[in-house]
């Protein structure tokens, strides 16, 4: 017998190492006219790694003693900037202390406490909203500048330093940006929780003049919902749990594997096995060719 179009586009699309849930999304996927793009971990390699660690003079802590707060409190995240941290402290041959009391927020960041003080690590606007003016603002904004994403160390409540975090864009992302715009007509936008100043420069390098920065989950959410306001079918590709609502709430969602939390995977209709960004143009051409046939 031979198979129906739809079923053997899904074959197909396993061998391009997609991993598509359905016939239904199979097919959904070829509908789409509209990308919106996660960074960190979906455009990026989500491997990112420590390149400055600046404690505050206030805060008498020397470069070993904010990397281990740090480190803790970040143990129990499976965010990618966690691990990040993590890997810095062991490099330097740090012990990392256990923590009680650890809570994350996506897209904001992580607290715990740790040999009893309690250590917040995230994003610098986030975390001194309202401050500006605190020298650690300053700091993070000049990491910012370089292309870095800034990450803020309070300890009790007062700001201690900050860590600057680098991460590569993967191999083919821009060629898979060209790819969505020619396919679908419409330039991909990039959609992040990350600052304005990292998130430009890395989206320059892929080929992205629209940036949605300083998002929070639910803001990714609006953000496709108003891409999907002018009539549009939007793909949203992310990792994070920051980004399960906006899979759910796209017309399709596709999840990186490798990176990507298992919300990310159980909440996307399909999986990029191996976090090649050129395969989501593939299974998008893949769709609309099995569709031709359906029809
Ligand atoms: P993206 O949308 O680019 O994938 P996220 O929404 O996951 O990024 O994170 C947005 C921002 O929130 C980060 O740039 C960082 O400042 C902060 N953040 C989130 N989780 C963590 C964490 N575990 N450790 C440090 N910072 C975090
Ligand atoms: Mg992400």
């Known amino acids: ?31 789409i006219d509209a990308v919106a793009l996660d960074k960190t971990g979906t455009l990026t390699e989500g491997t990112p790694r420590v390149t400055d660690i600046r404690p505050l003079p206030a805060s008498g802590l020397d470069e070993d003693a904010l990397l281990t707060l740090a480190s803790a409190a970040e143990h129990p995240s499976e965010h990618p900037l966690a691990r990040a941290v993590v890997d810095a402290a062991r490099t330097r041959g740090l012990a990392i202390p256990l923590v009680t009391d650890f809570a994350s927020a996506p897209g904001i960041g992580v607290t715990a406490t740790v040999e009893g003080k309690a250590v917040a690590v995230g994003s610098p606007a986030r975390l001194l909203n309202g401050r500006e003016e605190h020298p650690a603002a300053g700091l993070a904004a000049e990491l910012e500048r370089a292309g870095r994403t800034a990450v803020l160390i ?27 715009a020619a396919l679908t007509g419409a330039p991909p936008v990039l959609v992040t929780g990350d600052n304005i100043r990292a998130a430009t420069r890395l989206a320059e390098e892929a080929g992205i003049g629209d940036v949605r920065a300083g998002l929070l989950p639910q803001d990714k959410v609006a953000a496709v ?6 009539g549009r079918k939007v793909l949203m590709v992310g990792d994070g749990v920051n980004d399960a609502p906006a899979l759910a709430a796209a017309h399709t969602g596709i999840a990186m594997g490798r990176a990507g939390s298992d919300l990310a995977l159980e909440t996307a209709d399909a999986v990029v096995v191996r976090d090649e960004p050129a395969t989501i143009p593939a299974v998008v051409a893949l769709s609309r060719r099995a569709r031709r046939l359906v029809v």
Do not use: Y
């Not at 197909?12 to 097919?27: D, F, P, Q, T, Y």
């Open 154 to 180: 309070e300890v009790n409540g007062a700001p201690a330093g900050v860590l600057g975090i680098a991460d590569r864009l993967r191999d083919e992302a821009a060629a898979a940006v060209t790819e969505l």
């Open 225 to 230: 919902r108003e891409m999907a306001r002018a």
């Open 1 to 31: 017998a031979t198979m129906p179009p739809l079923l053997s586009a899904i074959a197909n699309a396993g061998r391009h190492g997609v991993l598509v849930k359905s016939a239904v999304v199979m097919e959904r996927l070829g509908q």
